[in-house]
């Protein structure tokens, strides 16, 4: 299969929303990272974003709408909760999605065997273009092999996908760089099931409480079933070991020193790079969440393209706002190993 990588221009946005009506799949541009897409409403199509990323088949995927309107228009869903209506005035479009029971139309390779489907309105322009020229609900992961960095530009997603999927529409680089922030609304309780770009305060501020899932910031127990795409597997790693250190800027500095030699690398802040004595790819300024985030895949993609490191350390972030999510795809990219230098 020859994929095609399209400009962003009406003809090409015309000719993507062709391949996705005929069963196709479609690399495109969200403010998050890039998604890979299909009729959400055919499952034979939902199949194909699984074969082409090699993606466990209980990891469900998020339904991308272009208006709010189209929950109802595609009957998405057996109800659209109150607290939904809420966070979509304060949110959407933009990246978030809400979890909540889904109707009879979603097939089961969307939502993983569960009763619920996730749902997203991007805000990215030509996403939404896509999708209203489609006229179809787009079920769309990430557009990368499973288990590497997610995509934020195209040129990624032909890295990973080229030959395995039909088409990439070009729409420049990801704005957040992370993927959307997941709320389940299907309980009694509205639970974070994966942090992104909305933070956990803003949620509150609207909802009041708001409960954070145990698998945010830790690994899943064996055996649990997935609520959302981001929490039972390894995701976003480049090659090389990635150890994350529980410590402070000082121990940091000198702990990686410590280890230095031509196969490690640092994935650091800006205030770094001058002491310490590896290769470093740094994420911007210590205080900087929301540049942390936008940076990360790429910088992980980065890593990868120096064959030589085999292993990258890293500070364990902050959980305050943004930092959340940077920690959350930082710690599966590590595979949960963290060395506390404060235990040593």
């Given amino acids: 299969m020859k994929t095609l990588l399209l400009d962003n221009t009406d003809e090409n946005i015309a000719k993507a929303a062709e391949i996705l009506k005929n069963g196709?799949?479609?690399?495109?541009?969200?403010?998050?990272?890039?998604?890979?897409?299909a009729n959400a409403l055919e499952g034979r199509?939902?199949?194909?974003?699984?074969?082409?990323?090699?993606?466990?088949?209980?990891n469900p995927l998020i339904v991308h709408i272009a208006d709010f309107s189209d929950i109802e228009r595609f009957n998405l869903v057996r109800e659209i909760p109150e607290s939904v209506k809420l966070l979509a005035e304060n949110f959407w479009p933009g990246p978030l999605t809400m979890i909540m029971k889904k109707s009879d139309v979603i097939p089961d390779e969307v939502s993983a065997g569960l009763d619920t489907v996730a749902i997203r309105f991007p805000s990215h322009p030509t996403a939404q273009k896509i999708i209203k020229e489609s006229v179809l609900p787009l079920a769309a992961p990430s557009a990368n092999l499973?288990?590497?960095?997610?995509?934020t530009t195209a040129l990624h997603v032909m890295s990973d996908l080229s030959g395995r999927i039909d088409a990439v529409v070009d729409g420049g680089m990801s704005d957040v760089g992370l993927e959307s922030?997941?709320?389940?609304?299907?309980?009694?309780?509205p639970r974070v099931l994966r942090p992104g770009g909305i933070t956990l305060e803003q949620l509150r501020s609207v909802l009041g409480n708001v409960e954070l899932d145990n698998a945010v910031l830790h690994q899943l127990e064996k055996g649990a079933k997935v609520s959302s795409p981001g929490m039972k597997y390894k995701h976003y790693a480049p090659k090389a070991n990635v150890i994350l250190l529980k410590c402070s800027d000082s121990e940091y500095i000198d702990y990686v020193n410590e280890h230095a030699n031509e196969s490690t690398a640092a994935l650091c802040c800006d205030e770094d790079i001058e002491?310490?004595?590896?290769k470093?790819?740094?994420?911007?300024?210590?205080?900087?969440?929301?540049?942390?985030?936008h940076r990360l895949f790429d910088e992980l993609r980065k890593i990868d393209e120096?064959?030589?490191?085999k292993t990258v350390y890293s500070r364990l972030p902050s959980l305050d706002g943004v930092g959340m999510a940077v920690y959350n795809r930082l710690i599966r990219a590590a595979g949960f190993e963290v060395i506390d230098l404060g235990k040593m």
């Fill in 146 to 151: 499973s288990g590497s960095p997610s995509p």
């Fill in 45 to 58: 199509a939902v199949a194909k974003i699984f074969a082409a990323k090699g993606r466990p088949a209980d």
């Fill in 275 to 278: 002491i310490l004595n590896v």
């Fill in 306 to 309: 120096d064959e030589n490191i």
């Fill in 24 to 37: 196709g799949l479609v690399g495109l541009p969200t403010e998050t990272v890039y998604g890979l897409a």
């Fill in 280 to 293: 470093c790819f740094s994420l911007g300024k210590r205080s900087d969440y929301s540049a942390q985030a």
């Fill in 181 to 189: 922030t997941v709320i389940t609304l299907a309980e009694k309780t």
